[in-house]
């Protein structure tokens, strides 16, 4: 054997490092997770470069998240049959190249597309990097691996606006795609050199009709909630076998209003700041910025507390302080200053925080290790579904809500109001009367977001009552379970 070859061979039955392992996953799963958020601060930019419309251009957020929904839960078959390793250097590869053709796309249908093969071939990275964490440290260490790995999904699309702010403000929105071209390379080594290979010698069949079925599905849920079409989704017997277990059921509920509480606020502040408020691209991802500061203490907290503290308790704290972000954030107003912004954007990071540590830690609880991929997929399935689903119907909310308060302002503009009379708009011109309508307008947009906050708000309390059902790990059977190499 040829000193190349003994060195490949060490490396693929080697013991595991740890460390490296580890930077390789986050390497990934940061990647993938910037993408969700990284575009936000620049749609307006996209929108006129693209000349797409107002509705057109949400789906450059969806059109990845459904992508990343349909493949999900593929993730266990196809990494028992190339392998974790080579799935993740196929999907870093795809990935990369879908993100070049993002940045050089003309048209709105072109990015559509290429953003779903970038939902396509990022999928399976997210579920895969969680199980190889979960797979390489032993039980006793899961909350703090859960940690690591958490501030990566969560402080990733928290961090995206501020990176995308700069991006399109210091260069074009083009490269908020082609920063993941050097990033992918960097991935892509990690994963190769320091992940062992680990096909399995007989895979498991691959229903092919569910899969078909739940594809269907999802894309039909998400053409009905922007589009007003619908069809059933979830047919899979397979998918179905998982579910029969209470905390994974209830974990992957809270797991879906997860998705909501971020996805859909991280949707509705970059164009409120910017449309409404004036604020340019890079100070919009500078105020959302302690989102992340928020999220990044709370993970830090959480890797040592869980199993300490009863994670029932943690994660109804987390929802209440969201439910008080977003309280606080129906306090908003237009010509205020951002101090509403980041001590709501504070809390709620700190509030997801302390939700997804816990979270993560429970869902894999009653799960046995051979079912641990399988498992990790249709949570982030779910979560996933719960982005897509809170993007949609949150920004609905929103926008049905502008023409009800537009209505009920202009019930007020008549020249017998008091505020009207020598006032800043002169009724008697044509010019007055447009700013006037303009201001109006702009004051039942703010009405409406505010609504938006108030509704997400109350998923985020009804949430807390779900965790009744959850059975607390630390009253399971503690077994000790040694950490090994990735399915070696």
């Not at 708000?457 to 009253?475: E, K, M, N, T, Y």
């Amino acid at each position: 054997m040829s000193s190349f070859s003994a060195a490949m061979e060490a490396r693929r039955t080697g013991p595991v490092n740890r460390p490296m392992v580890t930077l390789a996953v986050m390497t990934t799963t940061l990647m993938i997770v910037l993408d969700t958020t990284i575009a936000n601060v620049a749609l307006p930019h996209m929108q006129g470069s693209l000349n797409a419309a107002q509705d057109q251009v949400t789906w450059i957020l969806t059109s990845y998240i459904v992508a990343s929904a349909i493949m999900t839960p593929l993730t266990g078959w196809l990494a028992a049959r190339l392998g974790r390793k080579t799935l993740f250097l196929v999907c870093i590869a795809g990935f990369t190249i879908a993100s070049a053709l993002c940045g050089i796309a003309n048209s709105i249908e072109e990015i559509v597309l290429f953003r779903l093969l970038q939902g396509v071939f990022g999928a399976p990275m997210l579920p895969m990097g969680q199980s190889v964490l979960l797979d390489i440290n032993p039980r006793e260490k899961h909350g703090q691996a859960m940690a690591i790995y958490g501030m990566g999904v969560m402080v990733g699309p928290i961090l995206g606006p501020v990176l995308g702010g700069w991006l399109t403000e210091a260069y074009t929105w083009r490269w908020c795609f082609f920063i993941n071209v050097p990033v992918g390379l960097a991935a892509a080594a990690g994963i190769f050199f320091f992940i062992h290979g680990d096909r399995q010698a007989v895979p498991p069949k691959l229903d092919l009709a569910g899969f078909l079925m739940l594809s269907l599905g999802i894309g039909a849920l998400q053409m009905m909630l922007d589009r007003g079409q619908g069809e059933d989704w979830f047919a899979s017997p397979e998918i179905w076998a998982l579910f029969r277990d209470r905390n994974f059921v209830t974990s992957c509920v809270l797991g879906f209003f997860l998705g909501v509480m971020l996805f859909s606020t991280l949707a509705l502040l970059p164009p409120l700041m910017q449309r409404l408020m004036g604020y340019p691209a890079m100070q919009t991802g500078i105020v959302l910025a302690p989102r992340g500061i928020g999220t990044l203490t709370a993970m830090l907290l959480m890797g040592r507390l869980v199993g300490k503290i009863d994670s029932r308790l943690i994660i109804a704290i987390g929802f209440g302080l969201n439910g008080l972000a977003l309280w606080a954030m129906t306090h908003m107003a237009l010509g205020q200053d951002d101090r509403l912004i980041v001590i709501g954007g504070a809390l709620q990071g700190l509030g997801l925080g302390m939700v997804f540590v816990p979270l993560t830690t429970i869902v894999f609880a009653t799960i046995p290790p051979q079912l641990r991929t399988d498992a990790s997929s249709l949570f982030t399935l779910v979560r996933n579904i719960g982005s897509s689903v809170g993007i949609s119907i949150i920004g609905a909310i929103q926008l049905n809500n502008i023409g009800a308060a537009r209505s009920s302002l202009a019930e007020h503009v008549r020249p017998d109001n008091p505020i009207l009379q020598g006032g800043a708009f002169d009724i008697d011109t044509q010019v007055g009367l447009a700013q006037l309508n303009a201001e109006v307008g702009r004051q039942a947009a703010m009405i409406a977001y505010i609504d938006a906050f108030y509704v997400t708000g109350i998923l985020c309390l009804a949430c807390i009552p779900l965790l009744l059902l959850v059975r607390s790990p630390r009253r399971q059977a503690a077994t000790p379970e040694p950490a090994h190499a990735v399915m070696e």
